[in-house]
Structures are given as structure tokens and as C-alpha cells.
């Protein structure tokens, strides 16, 4: 089974009605979920309940997350080194590095919206979701 590593951007969307890339994120989901298994990074799953914490539903969005059967991407020694390399060879977010860390050492696709990440996963060789359709 192939992998998606899911960016915050997504996985905001999908849980918010009112996102502009809402349809979008639940197209990428419905499409890739029967075949792929849908990953995210620690820190995307954090960056990406701050919204659901502010509100008190964080155990909603858990619960959510777990029907989507949303696994974590597992961490390993290197991982810092990896990311330090990523952020100062294209200057993106931390989170953002660790996003596309994770793509990287799964081999799976990238879903996410945001144009800088995608730039820089395309660069890198992996391939990337969530661009218009």
C-alpha cells in the first residue's frame, strides 16, 4: 500500500466546512484513502489541533482523526539532522520540514496546499497532491 503524507493545510481543511480548500481536502481524502495510508508527522498533528484546543474539542478532532485511521509518521535519530538540512537548503517553516521529512523517508506523496512546500517537495523528487483540480 502507497502512503500520503498529509500536511496541516489539508487536514485543517477537511475538518473545517468554511475552509476555501475544504472540497478539495475531502477529494483528496474520499480519492486516496481506500488506497493509500494516510500518514502525518507529530508536529503536523499538533500544528494542526491548535485551532480544536483553543475551542475545547481536541477529543473530537482526535476522534476524527482516528475514522480516518490517520497513522503517525514514525520518528527516527537522524530525523533532526535531515530537517536542518531542509530548512537551510529551502528555507521553509520547521513544521513545514518536517512534513516533507516524512514524505521523504516513507516514500509516499505530499498532500498539501501550501505553494512552498509543494515547490520544494517537487525539488526534491517527491510528488505532491492538492494542487487545483
Known sequence: MTGV????????????????????????IRRHAPVSELLAHRVTLAES??????????????????RLDLRVVPADQ???WRVAALRADFGL???????????????STLATFD???ARAARSTGVAVLG???
Open 131 to 133: 494542487d487545483p483540480i
Open 93 to 107: 517553516t520547521l513544521p513545514d520540514c518536517f512534513v516533507l521529512d516524512a514524505a521523504t523517508t516513507t516514500r
Open 78 to 80: 537522524d530525523e533532526p
Open 5 to 28: 503524507v498529509l500536511d496541516a493545510s489539508v487536514l485543517i481543511a477537511v475538518m473545517q466546512p468554511r475552509d476555501v480548500h475544504h472540497e478539495r481536502a475531502k477529494r483528496i
Open 115 to 117: 505553494e512552498n512546500l
Open 49 to 66: 489541533a491548535v485551532g480544536a484546543a483553543r475551542r475545547g474539542h481536541l477529543e473530537e478532532l482526535r476522534h476524527a482523526y482516528a
